[in-house]
């Protein structure tokens, strides 16, 4: 069985940094790339970042580029989202989900079937 389990968010103040985590079951890395979303109120879940073993990482939104990094400890079967630089517009919640195979293949939301439950992150300004 599949499953997937965030956690790290919280509050942090504009400028601060979080480090969330996705600890993955069911399946490894080794066999398929693993994508963070985000959805804020109001609005679409959208791709942030996605990484890959066989191909390393994709940026899917242009506004966290040089703030987030996205990695993998495979012993652990655990994905972090390291986020510098905090802005209140990256306030949402946090998803991870398992891509399709081991390749980054976009970041419709729509096509991904495996999520875990989320986790808020809020920035103050």
């Known amino acids: 069985e599949v499953r997937l389990v965030e956690s790290g968010g919280g509050l942090v103040e504009a400028g601060g940094s979080l480090r969330l985590s996705c600890a993955a079951s069911g399946f490894t890395f080794d066999s398929y790339a693993v994508v963070w979303f985000r959805q804020a109120p109001g609005k679409e879940r959208e791709g942030v970042l996605c990484i890959s073993s066989r191909a390393g990482t994709t940026y899917y939104a242009d506004s966290v580029k040089g703030r987030f990094t996205i990695s993998s400890d495979n012993a652990k079967n655990t994905v972090y989202l390291q986020m510098n630089s905090l802005k209140p517009e990256d306030t949402a919640v946090y998803y991870c989900?398992?891509?399709?195979?081991?390749?980054?293949?976009?970041?419709?939301?729509?096509?991904?079937?495996?999520w875990g439950q989320g986790t808020q992150v809020t920035v103050s300004s």
């Open positions: 989900s398992r891509d399709e195979g081991v390749y980054c293949s976009g970041s419709s939301y729509e096509y991904f079937d495996y």
